[in-house]
């Protein structure tokens, strides 16, 4: 195990510098740089953006630039934010806390919704309660995240003023109970897209492995019914879960985005709108570099997890 | 269900009682009447045409996109989740590269890069969409691997790509069908939220999509503009839906 | 299962928190005590030599020397007076240049008790002249050779040549000295995140991502009755329908800016007042003649703006909020003039012009002339309904009279970088105006970027000619009469289509008194001292 986690990380080193290297370049490419927001400025001149690209060093060679950048990063330091000065890890780490806690509180509550929703319809399969949680997770699908939030919003927030609009707490008024309230919306609209394709997936595998010969054959051993479920279908159909989730992972990075968006979420998904709107190549890279690695560490999690779930299968 | 969806994309011309361009100021957001049976928008459009229009788009890029990323994901896992070894490790460190750059961010800069047209949108959307069903075949072909099918088979003197599609692909049918059901809805949805950000279909060309994005904007005011769009993507999601449980089942 | 019954118990404890408690902590009444206001972005930084965006956290704490008031017109801030020509405080040098003295306030003092004297002047002209600082613009300051002052409460400025916008050249203020001499200004984060100013508040607090909160100073210059409201909230909310449904809930109780297409959902608020400020700055078709060969031919032009029915956009897609322009100066600029020349909607004048030129309709109904397509792309911001749905009015128009229009969508930093290499056929944007009617930069034939914002690469050298004078006129009168023949020089040869004057709509509670709101890029923050709830 510890040597698979070993040679499991070693190989992200590699696919990291390649992930850099592309991420750089296409942010590059696109249109407009750190300065191009001071152009819609009538009195800041040419000879002003001239100063300012080379103070900032944008008008060295790309290849030069992603060097130092990497040389620099490679040390711990990533550099100052284009747009406001500030070094970029307290930039980033300041946001960390609040994308953690809606990121881990959807994938528990998502967690919590597919596993006895996956199961259930799986073992009753095209009954009423199948039916429901089909019709349901259908209609999470086709609904997008920014769509979801604002009919949250409107409907809790508005009409019924149950619950803080969004942002993350009341400024001036803090504590457990408002932070739980400003919480609810954006977990709920995050777990139920995610609850929606999970369950799915594991009614589609449940229903593959209840049907397999080992099953059907601890059946026929007499074992109860409930318990050949959950100990034996259910173990074997995670396997693909689990590898969905993995995947998912990296979804979520998208998902919060829109997420914190709609929600004015202080995190790393709004900084991000934030930083690809003003092309602040500095946090920009030290953001998708951190959602990589983040990525990447949860893959490895997920394959020794799923190691372990099923030890037929090995890296 | 979704042969007649197509139907009605196909026949759109036929079909909607205006064109989907038509614009009239002097009726800008009507609620749905006889003659508007959806409604118009902030342009005086009919939302029943362009939604009629709007399907050949979104259709294209859901059901085209969901079968590129289809391709390419069962190919990948099938090749890493039956050969093992070497080969799997490359493939899924690939992916797991691939994988590691968040999609939606990806897409928006290469969309930004490329200013794309329909068709390029639908390999885009495809091409950044397949690692899920990458994984899932891999994770069920290693766990159909380790159940002994492969060599009972290989034993009967089965050559790995009669393996591979008659004894492996329909075992793992479900788990792909609901991969690719999932990547129809999602590719719908993608372009959405790329019109979100201004670089999904053009206006005034019409897609779902960019009728659901311009229509959060009145949400509380006129919300009938969402109605139609957001029924559509219900609809196809749901026929999808049924037609992978169809052919999961007669596997 | 433990992660199911914590997710479970979450839930439940998320409804029950949210049921029954049956409210939340989020909604206050506007007071003299608080006052929240719902705002589109968090600010890079708050010192104002080094942004231009959005200035209206900085209005409130760092003052400048003069200011813009709801009329446009420039008023005395923390200087005495405005220095001109007839009170003495401007004269113009034998050698071309000119010198504007400066008669500052006295009984000023910055927010830790020094006070605020000539030579934070003479600082700030140095600093942003000088190598270590890299402000956003250096405009105007380096046309200053140097500053004296005689004594602690007068500045003489001295320009190398003249420069008829000396008067807002202090806008912005000053950087203080005694905390910012001899240190990287660019670095200096204790400043630019809280600058030390003379105006009436203060930072309290700065949260990344949620808010900054702002506190009166507890002696303020013009007398410890103001300001009268203790604490401003600016709440970050970048979604427009976000920030909306917060100023719907209560949750914020000022927007700023509110966009045109949600006026309809506020507009029957009780608890608030929606305030129309007629702007200065107009929304246009910019003709980019340079990379679509067409456009140089006058009657093209004159076909396009004539095939649009700009009075029919304004009442429908616009809701009548904002006039149709026609010209670069608008009526709230003292420079602006109604000798123009106007062009009422008559599609078929239109075809006849473009008969006229050689375009003739080809088989699919699009006019051909030699072998070229009349067919252009409009480009314009991505994220803006209204200016996406104005978009596709045109190409339905300009379809009507045989001219083929693709609309592509930028987003705004890529539209800044698009414009400034000139690679686009025609652009529908507003630029954001000074509130001094400058036209040189925008139609001067020698200023096509990047020395300039002449994108329609437009070229007359009469124009050229008035422009250049206007700007070295400090004269009123004079500079006025200049500007007036430049208008109609300009209506007359269409090099842009003008659509409407962007009307600024801002929210506020019903219960604010004195507020007066601000055409400018100034904002509605430059007379918070006098807000008030009542």
Redesign the interface.
């Known amino acids: 195990m510890a040597r698979f986690l070993v040679r499991r990380l070693a190989h992200a080193v590699p696919l990291l510098l390649i992930v850099s290297a592309l991420v750089f370049l296409l942010i590059h490419a696109a249109p407009g740089g750190p300065l191009a927001i001071y152009l819609s400025n009538p009195n800041v001149r040419p000879a002003d953006i001239e100063r300012l690209r080379h103070a900032l060093g944008l008008d060295r060679p790309l290849w030069d630039q992603y060097w130092s950048w990497l040389a620099a990063f490679m040390k711990g330091d990533w550099g100052y934010s284009f747009s406001d000065g500030r070094p970029v890890a307290d930039r980033i780490l300041e946001r960390v806390p609040a994308t953690i806690e809606l990121v881990s509180t959807s994938l528990v509550c998502a967690l919590a919704l597919t596993i006895p929703v996956g199961v259930w319809s799986a073992v009753r399969r095209g009954r009423w309660f199948d039916r429901l949680t089909t019709m349901t997770s259908m209609v999470g699908l086709s609904l997008p995240g920014f769509w979801f939030g604002l009919l949250l919003q409107m409907i809790f927030a508005l009409a019924l003023g149950w619950l803080p609009s969004s942002g993350r707490a009341t400024p001036g008024v803090g504590g457990a109970v408002d932070h739980l309230q400003h919480l609810v919306m954006p977990t709920a609209v995050l777990a139920l897209v995610l609850a929606s394709s999970w369950s799915r997936y594991l009614r589609g595998s449940m229903i593959e492995t209840v049907g397999q010969p080992f099953v059907v054959a601890a059946e026929a051993r007499g074992l109860p019914a409930m318990r050949v479920v959950l100990r034996h279908a259910l173990r074997n159909a995670l396997g693909p879960l689990v590898a969905i989730i993995t995947v998912d992972a990296a979804l979520l990075v998208s998902g919060a985005v829109v997420t914190e968006s709609v929600f004015a979420w202080p995190g790393i998904g709004s900084l991000f709108t934030e930083a690809l709107a003003r092309r602040d190549y500095s946090v920009l890279m030290a953001l998708l570099m951190l959602s990589s690695a983040a990525v990447i560490l949860f893959n490895v999690a997920a394959d020794a997890m799923h190691a372990v779930i099923d030890p037929r299968v090995t890296g | 269900m979704l042969v007649c969806l197509i139907g009605a994309a196909a026949a759109a011309p036929r079909l909607a009682p205006y064109a989907p361009d038509q614009i009239d100021l002097s009726a800008r957001r009507s609620a749905p009447s006889a003659a508007h049976w959806f409604g118009t928008d902030e342009l005086g459009r009919d939302v029943l045409a362009r939604v009629l229009f709007g399907a050949r788009v979104s259709l294209a890029v859901g059901l085209l996109s969901a079968v590129v990323a289809g391709a390419i994901g069962v190919a990948v896992g099938g090749v890493a989740g039956y050969a093992g070894g070497m080969a799997d490790a490359a493939l899924m460190r690939t992916t797991d590269g691939v994988l590691s750059i968040p999609r939606l961010p990806l897409l928006m800069i290469a969309a930004v890069v490329l200013q794309p047209s329909v068709p390029l949108l639908i390999l885009l959307i495809g091409g950044a969409g397949w690692m899920e069903t990458a994984r899932v075949v891999r994770a069920e072909f290693g766990a159909l691997r380790g159940l002994g099918f492969v060599e009972s088979a290989r034993a009967a003197g089965a050559g790995h790509l009669r393996v591979l599609a008659r004894h492996l692909l329909p075992n793992a049918a479900q788990a792909v069908a609901v991969s690719l059901t999932l990547a129809v809805a999602r590719g719908i949805l993608i372009e959405s939220a790329l019109s979100f950000f201004g670089v999904g279909v053009r206006p005034p060309q019409a897609s779902w999509g960019n009728m659901l994005y311009q229509a959060q904007a009145s949400l509380s005011t006129e919300p009938w503009l969402a109605v139609a769009p957001g029924m559509f993507i219900l609809l196809t999601t749901v026929a999808v839906n049924l037609a992978g449980d169809q052919l999961a089942r007669r596997t | 299962m433990t992660?199911?019954?914590?997710?479970?118990a979450?839930?439940l404890?998320?409804t029950a928190?949210?049921?029954g408690?049956?409210?939340?902590?989020?909604?206050t009444a506007p007071s003299n005590d608080?006052l929240i206001v719902g705002y589109d972005?968090?600010?890079?930084?708050l010192n104002r030599f080094?942004t231009?965006?959005l200035e209206d956290i900085q209005t409130c704490i760092v003052e400048g020397l003069t200011t813009t008031d709801e009329q446009m017109r420039v008023v005395p801030l923390l200087a005495r007076d405005v220095p001109t020509l007839e009170n003495g405080g401007v004269r113009l040098r034998a050698d071309g240049g000119m010198d504007v003295t400066w008669r500052l306030r006295p009984g000023v003092k910055w927010h830790d008790g020094t006070p605020f004297t000539s030579a934070d002047i003479r600082f700030t002209v140095d600093a942003i002249n000088g190598p270590n600082y890299?402000p956003?613009?250096?405009?105007?300051f380096?046309r200053i050779s140097s500053v004296d002052t005689p004594d602690p409460l007068t500045a003489v400025v001295h320009y190398k040549e003249i420069y008829a916008p000396y008067d807002i050249q202090f806008i912005r203020g000053a950087l203080p000295q005694h905390i910012l001499e001899g240190r990287d200004i660019?670095?200096a984060?204790d400043y630019?995140r809280n600058p030390l100013g003379t105006g009436p508040y203060r930072v309290v607090e700065w949260?990344?991502?949620?808010?900054i909160?702002l506190e009166r100073v507890p002696h303020y210059w013009r007398g410890d009755e103001y300001p009268k409201i203790r604490q401003i909230?600016f709440?970050?909310?970048?979604?427009?329908?976000?920030r909306i449904?917060?100023l719907?809930?209560g949750?914020v109780h000022v927007v700023a800016l509110v966009p045109w297409?949600?006026y309809?959902?506020i507009a029957d608020l009780k608890s608030i007042v929606v305030k129309k400020t007629p702007g200065n700055a107009y929304e246009h078709v910019t003709l980019n003649e340079r990379h679509f060969p067409p456009f140089a031919d006058i009657r093209v032009r004159q076909a396009l703006i004539s095939a649009l029915d700009r009075d029919?956009?304004a009442r429908?897609?616009l809701d009548g909020l904002a006039p149709v322009a026609h010209g670069p100066i608008q009526p709230i600029s003292w420079a602006y003039s109604d000798r123009i020349t106007k062009y009422p909607f008559d599609p078929a004048k239109a075809r006849a012009l473009l008969d006229a030129a050689g375009w003739r309709p080809g088989a699919d109904g699009i006019r051909v002339r030699e072998g070229t397509r009349l067919a252009f792309t409009l480009m314009t911001?991505?994220?803006y309904?209204i200016r996406?749905?104005i978009?596709?009015?045109i190409?339905?128009q300009l379809r009507d009279v045989g001219v083929d229009v693709?609309?592509?969508?930028?987003?705004?930093?890529?539209?800044?970088?698009?414009?400034?290499e000139g690679r686009f056929d025609a652009m529908l944007h507003w630029?954001?105006?000074?509130s001094d009617p400058?036209l040189t930069?925008?139609f001067a034939a020698d200023r096509t970027?990047?020395?300039?914002?002449n994108i329609d690469y437009f070229r007359d050298d009469e124009l050229t000619r008035l422009l250049y004078a206007s700007d070295r006129t400090v004269d009123r009168p004079a500079r006025g009469a200049l500007l007036a023949r430049a208008q109609a020089l300009i209506t007359a040869a269409v090099p842009e289509i003008p659509l409407y004057t962007v009307t600024r709509l801002d929210a506020l509670p019903a219960s604010l008194v004195n507020f007066k709101g601000n055409p400018t890029n100034t904002g509605i923050f430059w007379n918070v001292h006098e807000w008030e709830i009542k």
């Open positions: 992660l199911r019954s914590a997710g479970l979450f839930l404890a998320a928190v949210a049921a408690c049956g409210g939340h902590a989020g909604v608080l972005r968090e600010p890079d930084t080094s231009h965006i890299n956003e613009s250096t405009d105007g380096d660019d670095r984060q630019n949260k990344a991502g949620e808010y909160l909230l709440k970050f909310i970048p979604n427009t329908n976000t449904n917060q719907k809930s949750e297409d949600k309809r959902e029919q956009y429908t897609i911001q991505a994220g309904a996406e749905n978009a596709q009015a190409e339905r693709q609309v592509a969508l930028q987003d705004g930093t890529a539209i800044s970088s698009i414009w400034f630029w954001q105006m000074p400058e930069t925008f970027p990047p020395a300039g914002r």
